[in-house]
């Protein structure tokens, strides 16, 4: 299986709702990784966990709040979230002994913000 | 087809004919670029990677070409076919191991039939 999955494809909220993102994979990578996909712009990274912990936050406000449960899978908790952060939120995972380079990607989650 | 990453973001090629497509990394100090593809509503693919030791690299249909001088590099797609049309994104990181990928800002190549 070399695949990630994430659910929803898309999701539809307000700016009082609480939602998550899911992000699965079972290719035994020990790197996860979520990012934020504007429109016509490369991804930019929001957060990095190695081995369940995380090691990166590129400062993402805190309405954003990353989750790993265990090694194949990670959450992405939206709380009070703006219209700007509407985006397309993808996940990524990696064999982590050899490096960052070769990250798997999911097909995303569109957000959009009402 | 020719085209810069940064200044063209797009790029239509025949059908057939070989395609290249530029980026111009930021950090010196980068060591290690992977060129990614996107098609409409999907996530990044990897396509192929490189080191800072080599300066050429080839794969099935595609060669990366490293220009560690004036920090250029290349993806040369030959003999393109319909389903090459996508967005492709050059990538950087330094030290193997380290933790961030920086995205450049892609380039979205056409194939005409």
């Known amino acids: 299986d070399t695949e990630v999955t994430q659910t929803p494809k898309h999701l539809v909220m307000g700016m009082t709702n609480k939602k998550s993102l899911k992000c699965e994979q079972h290719?035994?990578?020990?790197?996860m990784y979520w990012y934020k996909q504007k429109a016509k712009k490369p991804p930019e990274l929001m957060f990095v966990y190695s081995y369940e912990k995380l090691s990166i936050n590129e400062s993402v406000p805190s309405r954003f709040s990353p989750e790993c449960p265990n090694s194949s899978l990670l959450n992405l908790h939206l709380h009070a979230l703006q219209p700007e952060d509407s985006a397309l939120y993808l996940c990524?995972?990696?064999?982590?002994?050899?490096?960052?380079?070769?990250?798997?990607f999911g097909p995303g989650t569109r957000l959009t913000v009402t | 087809g020719e085209s810069v990453g940064l200044h063209l973001p797009t790029l239509s090629v025949q059908e057939g004919d070989n395609s290249i497509i530029n980026c111009a990394y930021s950090?010196?100090?980068?060591?290690?670029f992977i060129w990614y593809k996107q098609e409409s509503g999907k996530g990044p693919q990897f396509i192929i990677d490189i080191r800072s030791n080599m300066d050429k690299r080839q794969g099935q249909r595609v060669t990366v070409l490293l220009n560690k001088t004036v920090k250029h590099l290349s993806l040369q797609i030959a003999a393109t076919q319909p389903g090459d049309s996508a967005v492709y994104f050059c990538?950087?990181?330094?030290?193997?191991?380290?933790?961030?990928?920086?995205f450049g800002t892609g380039t979205r190549l056409t194939i005409i039939p």
């Open positions: 990538a950087e990181t330094f030290n193997f191991g380290n933790e961030k990928l920086t």
């Open positions: 990524a995972s990696s064999p982590w002994d050899r490096g960052v380079g070769e990250q798997y």
């Open positions: 950090n010196s100090a980068s060591d290690y």
């Open positions: 290719m035994g990578h020990r790197a």
